[in-house]
């Protein structure tokens, strides 16, 4: 018997009273008249930059326009033809240092605060984290209201065959995004891309 186990018996051998877990089937989460426009109010917010792509609009050139000083971008989306680096190709996680920036898909986000869900979809998750300007590509219908339901949404997906939630089986890994990397722990000054990317910009894309 492991340390944690013997630890965990003894817990269990001493406990007095035991009580019911609540009943969470009748949780009133909070929703929007508009999911979308809470969305990107709260991507401000945190920080983040929103931005509604027109139909049509190649993404390329608007990430240029955004970046026109980046060298290095790294991808591994198809449409994304501007690409300089493939995470999937690169022999290790540390040979996307000095990434500019890193364009990747998000899943779905959360109005409630502007998290996307972003399953690993790529063979080097660094690429979410080591780029000094993050992209997430996000279908603009593709946004629930709280976290509530966001949860309920992962756990359907868990058994789904659709792309986004297979590549999330296939690598076990995944996580939500909000914004840039930030921190105020030291001396209560904010500083921005202190463990992750300095900047994220969220293009929300038509169907």
Known sequence: MSSKEDILKKYKANIREQYDMPDLSD?????????LLQFMNMTKSVG????????????????RELYPDAKEIASNLPEITIATRNPDEVGRARDLNGTDVGIIRGSFGVAENACVWIP??????????I?????????KSEIV???????????????SQEPMAKSFNDYGYGTFISGPSKTADIAQVLVMGAQAARSATVLLLPE
């Open 48 to 63: 983040g930059n929103a931005i509604e792509v027109e139909e049509g609009r190649d993404v390329n050139e608007l990430i």
């Open 120 to 129: 690993q979809q790529m063979k080097e998750k660094a690429v979410c984290f």
């Open 131 to 139: 780029s000094e300007h993050l992209v997430i590509l996000l279908k």
């Open 27 to 35: 949780i009133r989460a909070i929703t929007y008249p508009d999911p």
């Open 145 to 159: 209201n709280n976290m509530h339901e966001a949860y309920a949404r992962l756990s359907a997906e868990t058994n």
